[in-house]
Structure formats: structure tokens, C-alpha cells
């Protein structure tokens, strides 16, 4: 079992920034890639970015490639999500989710084995 938790949402205005963390623990952390998530009212929930267990490997959507910088501290059981530049159509509750690493990225959600309970992001115009 993994045991995973989001903190670092709030409110923000159009332009600001947010830091995402998720902490793990539970199996050895070092060996999941891990990804985000997020959904928005009334939306599905939608890949983010992800990082590979050596955090050699990322990934991105392209609605926030360049903006949300993905990266994990496997000392500390840790990754981030540093998300820059936020627009109004990023307010969505994020996820954090955790998987095996298979040496290839994962998009779907139902490929992910573990879930945070998720943190609310408000972006105000």
C-alpha cells in the first residue's frame, strides 16, 4: 500500500502561482512513477504531468506543458507540482497518483494503482 497526500491548493488569482506537494508512504516510494491528475466541475479527470521513479523521465499535457514543472525528492517521499502562470480554466481539484514504474509513461487514470483525496485549486479572473 501506498498512502499519498495533496496539500498546496488554494486561491489564486489569474497570473499567480501555486506549489503542489504529495507526500507518500506505505511501499518504497522510490519505485512508483508518479502522476497528476485533475478535475474540474463537471469535467473528467484529466493527466497532468507525470515523473518517472528516477525523475529522469517527464511528462506533460499540453495545456500546462511549460508551466507546471513536475519534479519528486524521493528522500523525501515527496513530489511537486510548481504550477505557473495559472488561468482560470486550471480550477480543477488535483490528484496525485502512484503506479509501479514500467519504464513507460502512463496517461489514464485507471492505469494508476494509488490516489491522494486531492486539493482544491480556485483560479480567479
Known amino acids: 500500500q501506498v498512502q499519498l497526500v495533496e496539500s498546496g491548493g488554494g486561491l489564486v488569482q489569474a497570473g499567480g502561482s501555486l506549489r503542489l506537494s504529495c507526500a507518500a508512504s506505505g511501499r518504497t516510494f522510490s519505485r512508483y512513477a508518479m502522476g497528476w491528475f485533475r478535475q474540474g466541475p463537471g469535467r473528467e479527470r484529466e493527466f497532468v504531468a507525470a515523473i518517472s521513479w528516477t525523475g529522469g523521465r517527464t511528462a506533460y499535457a499540453d495545456s500546462v506543458k511549460g508551466r507546471f514543472p513536475i519534479a519528486r525528492t524521493n528522500a523525501r517521499n515527496t513530489i511537486y507540482l510548481q504550477m505557473n502562470s495559472l488561468r482560470p480554466e486550471d480550477t480543477a481539484d488535483y490528484y496525485c497518483?502512484?503506479?509501479?514504474?514500467?519504464?513507460?509513461?502512463?496517461?489514464?487514470?485507471?492505469?494508476?494503482?494509488?490516489w491522494g483525496q486531492g486539493t482544491q485549486v480556485t483560479v480567479s479572473s
Open positions: 497518483a502512484a503506479v509501479a514504474d514500467s519504464g513507460k509513461t502512463q496517461y489514464t487514470p485507471d492505469a494508476y494503482a494509488y
